[in-house]
């Protein structure tokens, strides 16, 4: 089993900035594709970003390309997404996310791991 708990969210206003975090214990984090979705409500859990075991590959959704970065420190067990020039439509619970298979964490029927979410706000 692979826990994953997000921190980082909160309340910001359009144009700003703000940096989430994913600590994972359990198994092995380097062998975990990571990722994060997100989710407004009445709708589906939608992807955001991937990146692969050892950093080097990274795939956005287009709603966030050129603002969004993924990132990864296998050392602290920790996946990053660093969210700049925010919009209202950013507004969502954050969820990350992983699974062995990368190809897995850019579908929300498909990642094993999921943590609980943290809630962005986005104010305009």
């Known amino acids: 089993q692979v826990q994953l708990v997000e921190s980082g969210g909160g309340l910001v206003q359009a144009g700003g900035s703000l940096r989430l975090s994913c600590a994972a214990s359990?198994?092995?984090?380097?062998?975990?594709?990571m990722g994060w979705f997100r989710q407004t409500p009445g709708k589906e859990r939608e992807f955001v970003a991937v990146?692969?075991?050892?950093?080097?590959?990274?795939y956005y959704a287009d709603s966030v390309k050129g603002r969004f970065t993924i990132s990864r420190d296998n050392a602290k067990n920790t996946v990053y997404l660093q969210m700049n020039s925010l919009k209202p439509e950013d507004t969502a619970v954050y969820y990350c996310?992983?699974?062995?298979?990368?190809?897995?964490?850019?579908?929300?029927?498909?990642?094993?791991?999921w943590g609980q979410g943290t809630q962005v706000t986005v104010s305009s």
């Open positions: 990146i692969s075991t050892s950093g080097g590959s990274t």
């Open positions: 996310a992983g699974d062995r298979i990368y190809g897995h964490v850019l579908d929300r029927d498909k990642c094993d791991y």
């Open positions: 359990g198994r092995t984090f380097s062998n975990y594709a």
